[in-house]
């Protein structure tokens, strides 16, 4: 349960996740994680980065970041090392004047694309990248499947999963099309698409909505009803790579 970011969280929100989730017969194995109930395990992973000597503080604003990426040989999005060659010095004088973020020093066919990302932030919470790697690693997952809009962090976590843990195996990611509604849009809160709340106030069952997400994804040729159990099944026997848009 990703809830880190303690100013965007949405009281009850977790419990509401899990409710619909059962709803739609859907459960998992063990205890749910907690991200906030894990920042001493958030801490050590970052620290057996900084001990490797992979860390650095960033003193920069967006501005700056902006302003770097509009230069002539800038790239849009990439943070361009502006901070990483900082002498001691230099990092004791900015620090009296603002709170840095940490950044990881990327390196190889890997730096050009993404630069070196953040893995805690200037306001003391620690960045996505870094908590998603860290929870993985502990619940031992092999496989993530997710939408997407993601496959751009998929590079990021490969690299940091590599320097926490080396021994542990590599997880496998897949991509699948975002779910699109009714009018072939992207499903998103900020567009006012239908909730399950709102799906089952409607009247509508489980299997309906199941069925309805498996056809927009490929997985059925129609979007009839279909028990989730049932669906597993089915798909046992699918050629999920034409589902799948990248690993």
């Known amino acids: 349960m990703e809830d880190i970011d303690a100013p965007r969280v949405v009281a009850a929100s977790a419990s509401k996740i ?17 991200q906030s109930e894990c920042l001493t395990a958030y801490e050590s992973a970052l620290e057996s980065l900084a001990n490797q000597g992979m860390i650095y503080p960033c003193f920069c604003s967006r501005k700056d970041i ?9 790239t849009t999005g990439v943070y361009p090392g502006t901070c990483r060659g900082l002498s001691e010095q230099e990092r004791y004088e900015k620090a009296k004047f603002k709170v840095p973020a ?26 996505y990248q870094l908590a998603v790697v ?18 751009d962090s998929t590079a990021r ?26 009018k072939g849009n992207r499903m998103s809160k900020r567009d006012g698409s239908r909730s399950v709340d709102e799906w089952r106030a409607e009247g509508r069952s489980a299997p309906e909505m199941i069925g309805y997400f498996a056809h927009s994804l490929g997985l059925r040729s129609s979007p009839t009803p279909i028990e989730a159990q049932q669906l597993l099944a089915d798909c046992l026997d699918h050629d999920l790579t034409k589902v799948f848009v990248t690993e």
């Open 134 to 151: 860290v929870d993985d690693i502990a619940q031992g997952v092999t496989q993530v499947i997710r939408g997407a809009d993601l496959i």
């Open 157 to 182: 976590q490969q690299y940091l999963a590599a320097l926490i843990a080396p021994q542990s195996a590599a997880i496998d990611y897949f991509h699948v099309p975002l779910m699109l509604d009714e």
């Open 66 to 74: 902006q302003q770097a990426a509009s230069a002539p040989h800038g």
């Open 18 to 34: 899990l409710r619909d989730l059962e709803w739609m017969g859907l459960d998992w194995d063990g205890e749910v994680r907690v």
């Open 102 to 127: 940490l950044r990881i020093k990327v390196s190889g066919d890997l730096a050009p694309a993404c630069g070196d990302f953040v893995v805690k932030r200037a306001d003391n919470l620690f960045a």
